[in-house]
């Protein structure tokens, strides 16, 4: 039926056909009524609050009145500038995300490659990995406090029984990002995996084989061939994982608020503490802006390479 | 067999075993967490802290019962349910209509539009804390069930998938509707939306697994127990049971078994769905 209806169309020609689609289901006259619910939520709750922050940004606000809020123009970008606070997040932030982004990247890479064959083990194992990612951030942080707790907890435990000196972990400011990174990178490398596994899919299976025949070892394999073929979803991975980790928030809460001192205060940590904390939500806001444009260009770079990819 | 193939066969044999092996060692590291907070869940205080730590379950469920009676446990439940429910519900009804309009509906400006859709990835959540802290407290939203579901009520994930399903669909399909006398809304209604269930589920799910381990948004926009979620009330149970860890252990299984569940049952979508979306999105 579906043919005939095609073939009646194209016999009766463009003008028939066009005349229907005024009335027919492609017709757009409606369009934006189907698209405004969506559009209403987003301008109410993204796209308007987007600019606002950029207006509160110039503002010493007043958050529970907003009428006695104080125009300061660059003040709050001015303070951040001289805040101690602010270029230290700087720096914790590109330790965390620099390890955490290069972690997941070389070891997603890794436990694709070692999962992409067939069979029950490594189905259960890809289950294994993945799970974390799905499971919440707090329950699973309160897990790791207890891994990492001086003295009782498991890891410490083993330390002392290989007679290694035990660490303070969340309690000590050198440890404290280490033991975080190391569970943010178990609860999200499963996420990166999928994405590798899925490149991995698409690697061609021909070139590996002629490697293969051509003798080279399973190192130059990976080398030569699978990873060249693999440009665009490593790309695509550092860049997921960069926003991802510029924005993580619920692991450092849970884990170590932000301390010992500040060892472990992100620059998106901060913002959380100078505006819901501290209550200086101008102040808030700058850095939220400045957030913006970083993770802006990642997205922007994402966009252009993958552009220049297809 | 020669000599030498054989060798090769037993390379290759031993290089399989190998690799094995290692990603047998890979899936040990990942699911011990969890087999560890099941076995201090299940430990008295005093086994927990002893040295060398005991690897093994033991019997004492009385952690559970304890750990149930110490917050209303219930409530945060009902209340999760309740806001990951509405929050996919909302989803699916925004994500259809966008969907089908990006999709089949011819109008200008139709590349626009969904190029301003797809541009609001590019909005970090971090950011609108302030300005929706701001917004929700002007509507009288602060500390209610609105804040956490409207909010989340659109999603740019569910209109590209639909977007990408609608705008396959076999124009025959939509002629014969046509012909039929169809109008939009019946066509969505009856033949574009059953067909597109799978596409659904998948949006379904992301956005209910989302919703259930969500924790920034509404531990900033609700301070009463009686309309936060299960994350928020396990957080706020961790920071005034900090150092019970067999009852706050008891507290992370339950709270977190409904999740896995669920995960466990829909795995083979949830990967399909990661894959195929940022498959699309690399371009």
Redesign the interface.
């Known amino acids: 039926m579906s043919l005939d209806s095609t073939l009646t169309a194209r016999a009766l020609g463009i003008s028939r056909s066009r005349a229907r689609s005024r009335a027919g289901i492609r017709n757009g006259r409606l369009a934006f009524l189907y698209l405004s619910p969506a559009l209403l939520v987003f301008l109410v709750f993204t796209i308007g609050p987007a600019l606002f922050v950029l207006y509160i940004s110039f503002f010493n606000w007043n958050l529970l009145n907003p009428s006695l809020s104080r125009f300061v123009g660059g003040g709050n970008y001015a303070a951040l500038l001289h805040s101690s606070d602010f270029w230290n997040s700087i720096v914790t932030s590109v330790y965390f995300v620099g390890a955490t982004v290069g972690g997941s990247t070389v070891l997603g890479l890794g436990i694709a490659l070692l999962l992409s064959q067939r069979g029950l083990v490594r189905r259960i194992v890809r289950l294994a990995v993945l799970t974390p990612y799905f499971t919440p951030l707090v329950a699973t942080s309160i897990v790791w406090v207890w891994i990492f707790n001086p003295q009782f907890g498991l890891i410490d435990s083993v330390l002392k029984l290989l007679h290694l000196p035990e660490v303070g972990w969340l309690q000590s400011t050198t440890w404290a990002m280490p033991a975080l990174i190391v569970y943010t990178l178990w609860h999200d490398l499963g996420f990166t995996v999928i994405i590798f596994l899925a490149g991995l899919a698409t690697v061609s299976g021909e070139l590996r084989e002629a490697a293969r025949v051509d003798g080279a070892s399973y190192w130059h394999e990976v080398r030569d061939v699978v990873l060249p073929q693999l440009m665009n979803t490593t790309l695509f991975v550092i860049v997921i994982t960069t926003i991802d980790s510029l924005q993580a928030f619920t692991q450092i809460y849970t884990m170590t608020g932000g301390g010992p001192l500040s060892a472990t205060t992100t620059t998106g940590f901060l913002l959380y503490q100078q505006s819901f904390v501290f209550y200086k939500t101008g102040f808030g806001a700058a850095i939220a802006v400045v957030l913006f444009v970083v993770i802006a260009l990642f997205t922007l770079a994402q966009l252009r390479l993958s552009r220049r990819a297809a | 067999m020669t000599n030498r193939a054989g060798s090769a066969l037993w390379r290759k044999r031993s290089?399989?075993f190998r690799?094995?092996l290692?990603?047998?060692l890979?899936?040990?590291?990942?699911?011990f967490?969890?087999y560890?907070?099941v076995v201090?869940s299940l430990n008295s205080s005093n086994s927990?802290?002893q040295?060398?730590?005991n690897f093994l379950p033991g019997g004492v469920v009385g952690n559970y019962g304890h750990a149930w009676h110490e917050a209303s446990w219930v409530r945060y439940f009902l209340n999760t349910v309740l806001i990951a429910g509405s929050t996919v519900a909302l989803v699916l009804?925004?994500?259809l209509?966008?969907g089908?309009?990006?999709g089949?509906?011819?109008?200008?400006g139709?590349e626009i539009?969904f190029f301003l859709?797809l541009s609001?990835?590019?909005?970090?959540?971090?950011?609108?804390?302030?300005?929706?802290?701001?917004?929700l407290k002007e509507l009288h939203w602060l500390d209610t069930y609105w804040a956490q579901i409207?909010?989340w009520?659109?999603s740019v994930f569910g209109?590209f998938l639909l977007r990408q399903f609608f705008g396959a669909l076999?124009?025959?399909?939509?002629?014969?509707?046509?012909?039929d006398g169809?109008s939009?809304l019946q066509?969505l209604r009856t033949i574009a939306a059953p067909l597109a269930r799978p596409a659904l589920i998948t949006i379904g799910l992301y956005i209910f697994?989302g919703s259930?381990?969500s924790?920034?948004w509404p531990?900033?926009m609700t301070s009463s127990p009686s309309v936060q979620p299960?994350?928020?009330g396990?957080?706020t149970f961790?920071g005034t049971n900090g150092t019970d860890?067999p009852g706050?252990?008891a507290a992370?299984v339950f709270?977190?078994l409904p999740?896995?569940i669920v995960?466990?049952l829909s795995?083979r979508r949830?990967?399909a769905g990661?894959?195929a979306t940022?498959?699309a999105?690399?371009?």
């Open positions: 290089r399989r690799s094995g290692l990603a047998l890979v899936g040990v590291v990942f699911a967490p969890f560890w907070v201090t927990v802290f040295f060398p730590p009804v925004t994500s209509l966008a089908f309009a990006l089949v509906m011819r109008f200008r139709r539009a859709i609001i990835l590019m909005i970090p959540k971090v950011v609108l804390l302030i300005p929706d802290y701001i917004v409207i909010p009520g659109a209109i076999p124009p025959e399909l939509i002629e014969a509707a046509e012909l169809a939009q066509f697994i259930w381990n924790f920034l531990f900033i299960i994350e928020v396990l957080s961790f860890w706050l252990s992370v709270t977190t999740i896995m995960f466990m795995q949830l990967v990661a894959s940022t498959g999105m690399k371009g």
